[in-house]
């Protein structure tokens, strides 16, 4: 196998995403994300109001409302930068609501 390969083919991403306890997946998914943060310079807070539900995992259920927020706040601010910090923060709500029991 390539190093070429480890870096552009999805499926090595897949396949680890895919081997994640689903009791971890919102806490990673949380790391992932806050790994952006001190590079953006106004987070919205409909972000930073997913790290409190990925804090409690009774919460999770409640991702399902924190991405409906966070994509009209990206509908509605559509020159918001970098856009791919939104796109990023609506699937991390995603992954922990498919998370939640």
């Given amino acids: 196998m390539k190093i070429y390969d ?8 897949k ?3 895919e081997n994640i306890p689903n009791e ?5 998914a949380g790391i992932v994300l806050s790994r952006f943060d001190h590079h953006i310079k106004d ?5 930073i109001e997913i790290y409190d539900i990925i804090d409690n995992r009774e919460n999770w259920k409640n991702a399902h409302e924190q991405f409906t927020k966070i994509r ?3 509908l ?4 918001y930068r970098p856009e791919s910090y939104l796109l990023l923060s609506e699937n991390v709500a995603k ?7």
């Avoid at 552009?8 to 991403?13: A, P, R, S, W, Y």
């Avoid at 971890?24 to 990673?28: F, L, S, T």
């Avoid at 987070?43 to 972000?47: F, G, S, V």
């Avoid at 509605?76 to 020159?79: C, M, S, V």
């Fill in 6 to 13: 480890l870096r552009t083919n999805i499926e090595f991403g």
């Fill in 43 to 47: 987070i919205p807070n409909e972000i």
């Fill in 24 to 28: 971890i997946i919102p806490v990673w």
């Fill in 72 to 74: 009209r706040f990206h």
């Fill in 76 to 79: 509605k601010n559509q020159n």
């Fill in 15 to 17: 396949q680890i995403f």
């Fill in 95 to 101: 992954v922990i609501y498919n998370s939640a029991e």
